[in-house]
């Protein structure tokens, strides 16, 4: 609720799980093309997931975690930031990926 207040927009996990597995399905139409580890990390990021905890939930040691994110940043183009800035980037370039899918396809994946 405080998040709220302070201007921060919060959607439920089921959500951000739907939408994953949405990119996911379509990543490759989309232009992404992020390999799995990376729709996975993504997925991840964006349902709040710390480092620590994406290492644990993955399996990666935290060298692996770093290569798979400097990729994915690579592919959304982001190359400037904080890790938290560049990790607000992958979600937001996500987000927006997302609304490239139409609405029919996008109501059969997540229904």
Do not use: N, W
């Not at 990390?41 to 709040?48: P, R």
């Not at 930031?81 to 987000?95: D, L």
């Amino acid at each position: 609720m405080e998040a709220v207040c302070r201007g921060h927009t919060v959607l439920d996990s089921g959500i951000i799980q739907r939408m994953a597995r949405l990119f996911c399905m379509y990543s490759g139409a989309l232009g992404g093309g992020l390999c799995d580890a990376e729709q996975d990390l993504l997925a991840l990021m964006a349902d709040g997931y710390d480092d620590g905890r994406i290492c644990e939930v993955l399996q990666l040691e935290q060298t692996q975690l770093a290569e798979h994110s400097a990729s994915m940043y690579k592919k959304f183009r982001i190359a400037a930031g904080t890790p938290s800035e560049q990790r607000i980037a992958a979600v937001q370039a996500f987000v927006e990926q997302i609304h490239k899918i139409p609405l029919s396809k996008a109501y059969d994946a997540v229904g």
